[in-house]
DNA sequence: GTTATATTTGTATAAATATGCAACGACCTA
DNA sequence: TAGGTCGTTGCATATTTATACAAATATAAC
């Protein structure tokens, strides 16, 4: 229904440039822009299109589109601001980045000589960490955190 | 305080590898973990973390970490031709593809945020996937499929 | 056209989440 | 010790969001 497209593109657009930090806010908005719509539909078109809300500094909370990165304000120089997380599975350690860190953050780890760590290869943003089978993951992650100190507030 | 990290930690962990779809969900995962919390202050934790609440196709909604916030996950159907193969090794998948065809096959599969894929990496006709350690893979098997439909063709 | 079937929407309400406020405890300093 | 500040929490509740249901609207088949 070309309606219902048309809306979704106002949604889409105001969500986009502004930082709407409620449904009856945006409903609003969406009234200035000649958009008539109820709370409840408003609700399933944003789970329609995978709108998320997530925490926002200022506003309290934000709608967010999907495929929008969230970028901190604030760049850190501190490389290990760049993990997100750290998972294993079996003999593998998996440590997620953000996109293009991965190489970057492998170098220090290679550098470790670590007996636990065999090797890693890294991706863009997948930095896989082949660890030695009886490993102690324990052991692992006291190495990581002292190069990158950082990584203590994701684990 | 220290309580308080012990548990962001466990919030996070479980937030990572399961489908939760409300506070109250949580609430009772966290009692299982032997975390005792109110509502209130899980929502202070949340949205102290960032975590974002975004749509899902099974569960309605979910709870994600930040950094890993929700991305399309409907795909142009015809890339998936260029899959040849997909097969198993312990925790780890093989997708094999054309020649050059690895990277844009893993972004889609990134972009799921399944909690059975820790993580890919994609060289040239390769993608790996890093499996949970208990993972189905006829489950894997389903979201692939869903994402790449002319998948089923070679399976 | 008519009828059947599916999709979209609003209303009312349930469900989920955020937050003001008071209370508690940890840690100061005098 | 008493008194002060600061961070954390639970309770109660306000706010916000999701959804069951029925009505309206579109879509398709005849």
Chains 1, 2 share one sequence.
Not at 53 to 74: F, M, S, W
Not at 90 to 98: C, D, E, F, I, M
Not at 120 to 131: C, E, F, K, S
């Amino acid at each position: 229904m070309n309606q219902k497209t048309q809306r979704f593109a106002t949604i889409r657009k105001i969500i986009r440039n502004e930082l709407i930090s409620s449904q009856e806010e945006l409903i609003a908005r969406l009234r200035e822009c000649g958009v008539e719509i109820t709370q409840s539909t408003l609700s399933r078109d944003l789970k329609y299109m995978n709108v998320a809300k997530v925490p926002h500094k200022e506003k309290g909370y934000i709608y967010v589109l999907p495929n929008t990165v969230q970028h901190d304000a604030n760049v850190s120089s501190n490389i290990s601001d760049n993990i997100t997380s750290l998972t294993f599975s079996g003999n593998l350690g998996v440590l997620k980045t953000k996109s293009g860190y991965a190489s970057a953050i492998s170098v220090p780890i290679d550098n470790l000589d670590s007996p636990d760590i065999l090797g890693t290869i890294a991706g863009d943003n997948t930095v896989l960490l082949i660890l030695r089978e009886d490993a102690n993951r324990s052991h692992i992650i006291e190495s990581l955190v002292r190069i990158f100190p950082m990584m203590s507030n994701i684990l």
